[in-house]
């Protein structure tokens, strides 16, 4: 049984689409390095960055709800959104954008491997592991994943000097061309924006 499970796991792992780029390797500075390995080392446990209890549980039920057809683990699901939350807010960026940029990076899927070899959620580049990770970190590991991938894409952001657009073309691996930061903005406000109205009704 655990052997036809780890068959049926690798097949997904390889069989996985996603529309991950090939975020590029470039020379990091000495600081620049230490600072991303400072950020992705601090795993201290998730605390939601909301104004109230009565927000969060709004934020919270909002996204399960639209989230529920493609993970129907409640348990799960409120984790993932939890976990996405944090990290997401710890890094200083939207968590419906990353919401949007899963969404297009690997449908939500925990095992994606992109052709280029991305991996996980947010299908970050295994290269990044040996820039400014632990051999140890696991990509396919829920938090560490979502770690990586703000952690990156706020390192993009920086280099930008906030313009998410051209930051979204770094961590695609298309600097430049509009496809992919377009996808992410769609799927963003389409499905993950939290109107004025389901927050004050809640």
Known sequence: ???KLLLCLTAALFTSLSHAGSQVNTPLSASVRAVLHDSIS??????????????????????????EKRI???TYRMDLLKAIH????????????????????SGFKKYAVSSVGARGLMQVMPFWVKEIGTVEQNLFHLRTNLRYG?????????IENGDLFRALGRYNGSLGKPEYPNLVRGAWLKHWTLTNRVASNG
Request: glycine letters at 4%; proline letters at 5%; one cysteine or more.
């Open 1 to 3: 049984m655990k052997y």
């Open 72 to 74: 129907p683990d409640k």
């Open 150 to 158: 703000c952690t990156i894409l706020r390192h993009y952001l920086n």
């Open 86 to 105: 944090y990290e997401a807010t710890r890094a200083g960026l939207e968590p419906e954008m990353v919401l949007g940029l899963i969404e297009v990076e």
């Open 42 to 67: 601090d795993m201290t446990a998730p605390k939601l960055a909301f104004t109230s209890q009565y927000e969060a549980d709004v934020w919270l039920s909002e996204m399960s709800r639209r989230l």
